[in-house]
């Protein structure tokens, strides 16, 4: 076990055993990751603490069930995502105005009827050939690429949560990317992409 995975796994043990130093530790750890998870999203700033409360309260309810620690940031990201998704569910209800102004700017530019279509279907194509690369391409370019929204997390992050060596990843993240463009060429949907 290398010797992240084992603070992680001690730190862990200390939490649950009530230690606040070993919490606050863990929270600062990996706070950096849960806040890139809540900007990708979108949400207002008041949103966005609550769901990372919320992941952190989850952690501290699961702290005697985590039966892997290196596998933390990994149970840490799919809890955020989670409850950002659930408290983006409320608010994409229909909210009714008046403003036919507000309407206008809702809308943006004009475009053909069909356009939203053809961007979700390039969309869905783009998603399945995500989905044919290898696992560990999917994890790479989802932590590096797709989550992080604004500041990127940083690659020390990320390695430690993949438990691979921070030299190895921006080759590795280098192929990945180019395993990608070759499916898309393959489909059709690179130059698709292109002219978006």
């Not at 700033?45 to 069930?65: G, M, P, V, Y």
């Not at 050939?129 to 929204?149: S, T």
């Not at 940083?154 to 080759?171: F, R």
């Not at 070759?182 to 949907?189: K, S, V, Y």
């Amino acid at each position: 076990m290398a010797a992240a995975q084992q603070d992680i796994a001690h730190q862990l043990q200390l939490a649950a055993a009530g230690d606040q130093v070993a919490w606050n530790d863990l929270v600062d750890r990996f706070s950096p990751l849960l806040w890139s998870i809540c900007r990708h999203f979108g949400l207002s700033s008041a949103d966005a603490a609550d769901a990372f409360q919320l992941t952190w309260l989850r952690l501290l309810e699961n702290l005697d069930t985590i039966q892997d620690p290196a596998r933390l940031p990994g149970w840490l990201g799919t809890t955020c995502r989670r409850e950002c998704l659930g408290l983006l569910r409320p608010a994409k209800r229909v909210r009714p105005t008046d403003d036919d102004r507000l309407l206008d700017r809702l809308r943006g530019p004009s475009s053909s009827a069909d356009q939203p279509v053809l961007i979700a279907d390039r969309n869905a194509r783009l998603w399945r050939e995500f989905d044919r690369l290898d696992a560990r391409c999917q994890r790479i370019l989802r932590l590096l690429l797709i989550e992080p929204d604004g500041d990127r997390v940083s690659y020390e992050l990320v390695a430690s949560a993949l438990d691979m060596p921070v030299g190895s990843l921006g080759p590795i993240r280098g192929r990945c990317l180019t395993r990608l463009r070759r499916l898309l060429d393959a489909e059709g949907i690179s130059d698709a992409l292109r002219d978006s």
